[in-house]
C-alpha cells in the first residue's frame, strides 16, 4: 500500500529543538550564501536605528549591491547596549564583521 507524500511527512515526529534546528541551519546557509556576494561584489551599507516599545535600541544593517539587478539585503541587527553614538555604533559593525557572520 502506497502512502502519499503529505501523508509519510505529518507521521514525522519533529521536536522543537529539531525545527529550530533545521531553521538555524537554513539561516547559516543563507548568511553564507550572502557573505559569498558582498565578498566579490561592490556593495553600499545602510546603517538605521530603530527603537522598540521599551525604549530599547535596535541598530539595522542593510547591504545594497547588484546581481542580476539591484538587491537589499538585511544584513544584521543588534541590539545598543550602550549609547547610540557613532564610535559606538562603528564598533558594533567592526564587530559583527570581526564574527564573520553570527
Known amino acids: 500500500m502506497k502512502q502519499n507524500a503529505i501523508e509519510i511527512t505529518n507521521s ?9 534546528q533545521c531553521i538555524d541551519e537554513m ?11 558582498l ?9 538605521d536605528q530603530s527603537t522598540l516599545r521599551d525604549n530599547e535600541a535596535l541598530l539595522l544593517a542593510y547591504v545594497r549591491f547588484n546581481n542580476e539587478g539591484p538587491e537589499e539585503e538585511m544584513l ?3 541590539c545598543l547596549m550602550t549609547d547610540k553614538k ?3 555604533i562603528k564598533k558594533l559593525v567592526k564587530k559583527h564583521q570581526s564574527q564573520g557572520s553570527h
Do not use: G
Open 39 to 47: 565578498q566579490v561584489k561592490q556593495f553600499a551599507l545602510q546603517l
Open 86 to 88: 557613532e564610535p559606538n
Open 12 to 20: 514525522i515526529p519533529l521536536s522543537n529543538s529539531s525545527v529550530l
Open 76 to 78: 544584521f541587527a543588534r
Open 27 to 37: 539561516v547559516e546557509d543563507v548568511e553564507k550564501q550572502l557573505i559569498a556576494h
